[in-house]
């Protein structure tokens, strides 16, 4: 059991993100523990989850100038606990700021997620969506990465859309965007696990060439001048289930392609976030956001396509049948997670640049 320590390190945005991310805009201090309170557990965090949405949150402000990122999705061991639902040795889902130690409790509501359903509440045993006890049994089978990429937002987003774009029948063509991302990596191999026809998208034929390999889908270069040639040679009859993470544009071009009667998953703006972006802040509604312009909506309207668009956490009332599915997928080796792991809690300002490298795939993992 590790012992509480005294004081814990911290990661705190000292200058503001003026452009390109750099190193010199994070400094680290050390700061005492306050005593436990009643009620509270002391995590030794042990992965810290990196996101478009961290980087996001720290070019607009967010997270202000002086502060830590506390809403980072965690990963921690419990180490001294005043609270009955977490005890010593547990692995816990929390967010925490980029320090090596935090402190949870199951009273505080999720960091800039809006407040849990009472269903959430209830099955977590605390009223944040994003802070609950890992089931030991999968903490003992799968190593870290694997429980954070599978087990967390992006293993559930694509399981849940998959569920709700369904039912998935063999041999449907199924496109997948952001196939080098974290949930377009898993939402293709659930797919082809189903007996569907998969062909993701990536940028650039070097990042296609490594995500086939690793998950031994199809990728097409979305970059490349013929894109939408290829693709309507590879899915002449059109697409059933398009999973989109990206909008903008790509949605637009993708949309027409689209058989009578299919299903769209648009789940997040990767495009705009990629870019710098967000246009949450522009007015939009989620659907806007998530790249259903008048012209996509025209299109669904004509041709009964179901739009499934929603944030994930909507669902994770229902997160064991979602775990025990993935834990089951993972056993058979149907799916192989990717991720790219920064080690070592002084690399953190690294991670975040990390998370736009072309040579990083899916999500940045940085573990200490
Ligand atoms: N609704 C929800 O509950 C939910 C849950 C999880 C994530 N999300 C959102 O879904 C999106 C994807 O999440 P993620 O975790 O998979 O992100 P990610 O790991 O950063 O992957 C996103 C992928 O988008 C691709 N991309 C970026 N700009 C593009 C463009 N202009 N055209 C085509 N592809 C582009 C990138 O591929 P290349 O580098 O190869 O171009 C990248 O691999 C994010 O916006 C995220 O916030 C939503």
Redesign the pocket.
């Known amino acids: 059991m590790t012992m509480a320590p005294d004081s814990f390190r911290q990661w705190y945005l000292a200058r503001p993100i003026e452009g390109e991310f750099s190193p010199d805009n994070f400094e680290m201090r050390t700061l005492p523990h306050p005593p436990l309170r009643d009620g509270d557990a002391l995590v030794r965090v042990r992965l810290l989850n990196l996101?478009?949405?961290a980087r996001f949150r720290m070019q607009v402000g967010l997270v202000p100038v002086g502060t830590t990122d506390e809403s980072n999705f965690a990963f921690g061991e419990v180490i001294a606990s005043r609270n009955p639902v977490f005890s010593e040795g547990d692995m816990v889902a929390c967010q925490a700021g980029w320090q090596d130690y935090a402190i949870i409790r199951s009273d505080a509501e999720s960091i800039g997620y809006g407040p849990a359903s009472e269903a959430v509440c209830d099955l977590n045993r605390t009223r944040s969506q994003w802070t609950y006890v890992m089931r030991p049994e999968l903490v003992a089978r799968w190593p870290l990465d694997t429980l954070k990429e599978v087990f967390g937002?992006?293993g559930m987003?694509a399981w849940f859309s998959l569920r709700a774009c369904g039912p998935l029948e063999p041999g449907m063509n199924v496109a997948v965007?952001?196939m080098?991302?974290?949930?377009?990596h898993l939402v293709a191999q659930i797919a082809k696990a189903a007996g569907s026809r998969v062909v993701g998208?990536?940028?650039?034929p070097d990042?296609c060439r490594r995500i086939s390999e690793l998950i031994e889908v199809d990728c097409l270069d979305?970059r490349a001048p013929d894109f939408l040639d290829q693709l309507r040679a590879v899915f002449p009859d059109g697409i059933d289930i398009f999973s989109d993470?990206?909008g903008?544009p790509?949605t637009g071009a993708i949309a027409p392609m689209m058989k009578r009667g299919g299903r769209l998953l648009a789940?997040?703006?990767?495009?705009d976030?990629?870019?710098g972006g967000n246009p949450g802040l522009r007015g939009m509604t989620l659907r806007q956001q998530f790249g259903i312009s008048d012209s996509v909506e025209k299109i669904v309207a004509e041709r009964d396509i179901r739009v499934e668009c929603?944030?994930?956490?909507d669902f994770y009332h229902e997160r064991i049948e979602a775990e025990d599915a993935l834990d089951q997928l993972l056993r058979e080796g149907a799916i192989k997670p990717v991720v790219t792991v920064v080690e070592g809690f002084e690399q953190l300002p690294y991670a975040i640049m990390a998370?736009y490298d072309?040579k990083a795939l899916?999500?940045v993992q940085a573990w200490f």
Not at 180 to 184: C, E, K, L, P
Not at 267 to 271: F, H, I, L, T
Not at 310 to 313: A, E, G, L, S
């Open positions: 996101h478009p949405g937002t992006s987003t965007a952001g080098t991302g974290s949930v377009g998208f990536g940028g650039g990042r979305y993470g990206i903008g790509l789940y997040g703006c990767a495009d976030l990629h870019a929603w944030i994930v956490h998370l072309p899916s999500k």
